[in-house]
């Protein structure tokens, strides 16, 4: 029973020791962690801060200034941008406590600055935390290693760095990094505080940290001097906490002691913690009770045995009864117990009464610890569990709070939010730059004084009232100073955590200086697709020109009246050719200068383009097959129209000029929308460039033969009118663009082609007198 109640009491103390252990442990391990997300975030704070953007991209022009003019390398260490980053860093350093160093390389990796100024002008390319930052553009920290530089009172000091890389000053989001700051920081002097003996760990107790490789990150006891120069045996428990668990165990340590100990992983660099304490220690009290226990029972057996040497049989056989019974008692058998009974009323009968009550009573008690003891261990592990979520939980909603603000703060879009009034909460430091309204001034304020037609803002939002979104609409904004903005603007609903609506968010980008461009692209193609029409045109106009004085010539010499008429006529064919050439020119040009709207018959634009496509590209080896269905209305501009197909169906003339082929133009209703097919039987489109062809100044021509415009003037004037554009290519067979555009139902049709009616007309007069004079009028 001794035996037994000593084991009990050795399972209770170590059960003790390691929950005593596991604290500990868990309470380091979230120290550390702790510290790796502050240093992480300082580290961000340092690379991120806009001072310190600033200066260095100033610092980087002095020092480029410098160099161009073949001044000493180490000149632009005496500029302000020099002395005004080398004051942040040191004050950094001061305010926080923990960095011993900070400097910053180029983005060739050579130190330009820093705390130290003896590592000036190191070429520290070869280091990781150069290499990774530059490639991942994020915060990278270097496991433990030791440092060759020299600090105050000793050499080759064991250090951990924070690296992240630093952006141009207009921000991150135009993905110029300048260089990479790196933040040093002493191992014994930061973590040994970190990770000091707790109390309760006796004389024995020890706390480890060792890295991805076993090794040892602080001196041990019993080696002095030992930080990251011994590696730990694979037994010790150090090898599970590097494998990624976490746990409790009874083994050995690395100087061969049995110990109880608490190891746990670190995964921010793979770390591994043990907190352990000897055995002989952890069991000492334990001990010292068995010690006394066995000299109770040695006493208590030699009471027993003089008391069986002055009783009876009659007493020996029942305490020999009880004393086995007593034994299963104490083996955890309370049933033997529960059901013993010895009908005496004696003391002995007393004694096994008493000892059945006893047994009833530990089988009960039993029964509840384990249950108290279960319910216990369960609670522990739900509340453990729900204390590690909700720090987890804390974090993320932390990082993900400061990664908002950042974004918000440093968005070069204009971004409002407004309560569920319309008046405005939120204005960006973008919205304030952009128009001209200080946040202070603005909050409070309807969002409709910002648009330049208020109407517009109602429109909008009764869309989002009833969509809940609008993406990307074109509106005007209207600054304090009277500037109008063109923007693109997405609105959306925001919502509380009951689910209600609370007010809305909007995104504004600014395409002014987009739509100009887009303008005078189209405009610039406008002109060279007129230039080229023009110069065919004037290569058609030629051969009826000769003809014309060729016939004049033969007139001047011949007498017979009857040829002078045949000549005349020939004279008036050829006029009649150029006159129509000429028409189609003035028509296409007076479309294309003409920028109003208008209700169009696409099947006639499609028409008009082939005829003058037919002047500027050699149709020779071409068949056109046409299939128009008129009354294919919709509103656009004819001459922007007329620009597009002329484009698409030169693209198609050239990819059949080797070989030849086939035109396929065809235009048609298509439920509620009109669709106008151009395809060729050229060479194809390859698969890699489709992705591809819409971009400005891609082309596939050889050099001064395409400016890699058309396709994009043809996509930007579909989509200016609500139009879509397909195309279906096959390499080496042909090639289809399939333009789909809104269907105009109800429409007042009148003729909006007045211009390309005749323009020029001819009158000619063959008066039959001696003279042979010839009568032309032209108007």
Partial sequence: MGYTIYKEGESILREKIFNQLSNIADGKEKKIRNWFIERFNDTEMIAHNKFMEINLSKLLEVKKDYEQKGVASLKYTESEEYNNITSFLNMTINQFGVFSEIFILDTTGHVILSTNPKRLNEDESDTDFYKISMTQK???????????VYYPGRFNQ???TFSDVIYDYRGEEHGVVNGVVVAKIKVNEILEPLVEEASGMGKTGEEILVNKDNISLLSL?????????????R???STLAIEGKNGIVEGIDHTKKHILAAYRHIPDLNWGLVVKMDIDEAYEPINKLFKIIIIFTVIGIGFILFLISQVSRRVAAPLIEMKSIAREISNGNYQKGNDYELKRTDEIGDLAHSIREMSVSLNKNQSEVENYKQELESKLIEISEKNLNLEKTYQELYKTKNNLEKIVEHSKDIIITTDINGNIVEFNPEAEEKLGYKKDVVIGEPASILYENPAERKEIMDFVN???????????????????HHVSLTISQLKNDAGEIAGTVGISKDISEERMLQYKLIQSEKMAGIGTLASGIAHEINNPL??????????LDENDLRKVNSYARDIVRYTLETTAIVKELLTYSRQTQNESISTIDMAVILENSIKMAKHTVDFSSITIISDMKKGCWTSANA??????????????IHAMEEKGGKLILSCYKNDDSIKAVVTDTGIGIKKDYLSQIYNPFFTTKPVGKGTGLGLYVVYKIVTKYNGHIDVISDEGKGTSFVLTFPIVES?????????????????YIVDDTDNSQINLFIT
């Fill in 158 to 160: 064991p250090i951990i």
């Fill in 138 to 148: 994020e915060v990278y920290i270097k496991d433990v290693y030791i440092d060759d």
């Fill in 546 to 555: 000769a003809g014309i004085l060729g016939m004049a010539e033969a007139i």
């Fill in 747 to 763: 429409i007042s049709i009148q003729e909006n082609y007045s211009e390309s009616r005749e323009m020029v007309t001819v009158d």
């Fill in 466 to 484: 009833r969509f809940g979104v609008v993406r990307n609409r074109e509106v005007h904004l209207l600054s304090k100073n009277g500037d109008v």
């Fill in 639 to 652: 001459g922007e129209m007329q620009q597009v197909f002329i484009n698409l169906i030169i693209n198609a």
């Fill in 235 to 237: 037994e010790n428990p």
């Fill in 221 to 233: 006891k019993g080696f002095n001097d030992s930080a990251l120069k011994y590696k730990l045996p």
